[in-house]
Nanobody
Framework: VKLVESGGGSVQSGGSLRLSCAAS????????MGWIRQTPEKGREEVAT???????TYADSVKGRFTISQDNARRTLFLQMNDLKPEDAAMYYC?????????????????WGQGTQVTVSE
């Protein structure tokens, strides 16, 4: 599986960014996809997930501001981030794991992209 993120950048607080993840090379038809962010201070945090059945989950800190979605071909994963806050600044990784449901723990994801940096200034 190959995951390639794009769309990161620097924005002011209150701004928006849309991250994209081009996904390819799946060997099975059922898989979960997610966005995980990482900072030296907080470590890794699961931001949003999209299960094979289309159900989504969000971290409490981003609910109402972030939206995870996928194109119809399931080849591109998106994360629309609105009303960004300085605490959203992190390296954002696209991840995937085979199966109907999403992993319970971040460490269970087997496939990761290279990450895209998001910086939010006051």
């Amino acid at each position: 599986v190959k995951l390639v993120e794009s769309g990161g950048g620097s924005v002011q607080s209150g701004g928006s960014l849309r991250l994209s993840c081009a996904a390819s090379g799946f060997a099975h038809s059922k898989y979960c996809m997610g966005w995980i962010r990482q900072t030296p201070e907080k470590g890794r945090e699961e931001v949003a997930t999209l299960a094979d059945d289309g159900s989504t989950t969000y971290a409490d800190s981003v609910k109402g501001r972030f939206t995870i979605s996928q194109d119809n071909a399931r080849r591109t994963l998106f994360l629309q981030m609105n009303d960004l806050k300085p605490e959203d600044a992190a390296m954002y990784y696209c991840t995937t794991e085979y199966g109907t449901w999403c992993p319970k723990w971040v460490d269970e994801y087997d496939y990761w992209g290279q990450g895209t940096q998001v910086t939010v200034s006051e």
